[in-house]
């Protein structure tokens, strides 16, 4: 069947099965880095972000903000630099040293006594923490709780075997009254194998709908040469956001 009629991103149900037990392991994603194999990673901050950065600050200034599966995302750096404590997780050491190397910020880096062979690499100023580890060693009691997050290459990364453990934590570790913005990607997952893997909505429902309200705030048409050589013939991104109310 020709899918093309779905570009608007309605692909749902068998569509996704041929992504369902594709794994990347953690040596994969260090072997990306290491080969610079790194093309998720942009160097203009997400034009996403700075359209809808009012409605994840809600009015709000000072926030404890979490940027799970982080890469070297420059907008951790643009967060910080207006006043907000931004923590990340990361499993490649090399990432972290290059997010804080890009940016000229001197750092220090301790152990975390919780997490065996786990490190934390924080700013000298105090406002940037990048553990570098895996998520799922991560809990509230270690990292504490967050007041925004910005989930931009984190779900769509994730295994699909793992969506359920990781969407618990991610619940586990936001504040009531938290905003959590969500960059999902729409495309034909018959067509690429992902990552970024394809998160239909009725998946980001079934995930997170039991804790927060979801909606939907843009779908933007993010196909590019890239997408082309993958196979693909469209290609979206889709932003959500999840409000953990009271
Ligand atoms: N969010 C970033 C990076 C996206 S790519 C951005 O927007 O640029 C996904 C990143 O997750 C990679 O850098 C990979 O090394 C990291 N990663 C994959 N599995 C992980 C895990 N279990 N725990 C922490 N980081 C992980």
Not at 51 to 56: A, P, R, S
Request: glycine share 6%.
């Amino acid at each position: 069947m020709d899918q093309s009629a779905d570009a608007s991103g309605l692909l749902e149900g068998s569509d996704i099965e041929s992504q369902k037990e594709r794994v990347v392991t953690e040596e994969e994603w260090l072997q990306k880095w290491e080969m610079g194999n790194i093309g998720f990673h942009k160097e203009q901050r997400h034009p996403l972000l700075q359209k809808y950065l009012d409605v994840l600050l809600n009015g709000r200034s000072g926030l404890r903000i979490f940027f799970p599966l982080c890469g070297k995302a420059v907008e951790m750096k643009w967060l910080a630099d207006m006043g907000h404590t931004v923590v990340g997780v990361e499993v490649s050491e090399q990432a972290v040293k290059e997010f804080f190397s890009d940016h000229s910020l001197p750092y220090c880096e301790e152990p975390v006594p919780e997490i065996s062979g786990a490190k934390m690499f924080q700013s000298t100023s105090g406002n940037i923490s990048l553990y570098c580890c895996s998520i799922y060693d991560l809990s509230s009691s270690i990292i504490g709780k967050f007041d925004g997050v910005w989930d931009r290459g984190a779900l769509v990364a994730v295994n699909p075997c793992d969506r359920q453990r990781y969407a618990s934590l991610m619940i586990n570790l936001v504040e009531k009254n938290s905003s959590y913005l969500l960059v999902t990607v729409s495309y034909d997952p018959n067509k690429h194998k992902g990552p970024p893997f394809y998160v239909p909505e009725s998946e980001i429902k079934s995930l997170f709908g039991n804790c927060c309200e979801i909606r939907c705030l843009e779908k933007v048409d993010d196909f590019s040469e890239r997408h082309r050589q993958w196979g693909l013939d469209y290609f979206l991104e889709v932003l959500y956001l999840l409000k953990f109310v009271a």
